[in-house]
């Protein structure tokens, strides 16, 4: 999974993914190629949902004394 076919997710859509990422990781049915790549893939995900938190952050902070929002980039 690329940060590319990351970028188009919310922050709600890949949490969502990286829940069941994680259930089928805990389900220990897998083979070990299989959880490798799950695993591969949580990680993304992981990264995906840090920087967008790490951008709302930042809007958060950003906020004028009129209540409005800064413009972002």
């Known amino acids: 999974m690329s940060e590319q076919d990351l970028s188009h997710l919310t922050f709600e859509e890949a949490y969502a993914q990286l829940e069941a990422i994680?259930?089928?990781?805990?389900s220990g049915e897998l083979t070990?190629?299989?959880?490798?790549?799950?695993y591969e893939q949580g990680q993304a995900l992981a990264r995906?949902?840090?920087?967008l938190l790490d951008k709302a952050e930042?809007?958060?902070?950003?906020?004028?004394?009129?209540?409005?929002?800064a413009p972002l980039e």
């Open 32 to 38: 070990l190629d299989e959880s490798v790549t799950l």
């Open 48 to 51: 995906h949902c840090s920087d």
């Open 22 to 26: 994680v259930a089928r990781l805990e």
């Open 58 to 69: 930042l809007r958060v902070r950003q906020i004028t004394d009129d209540g409005t929002l």
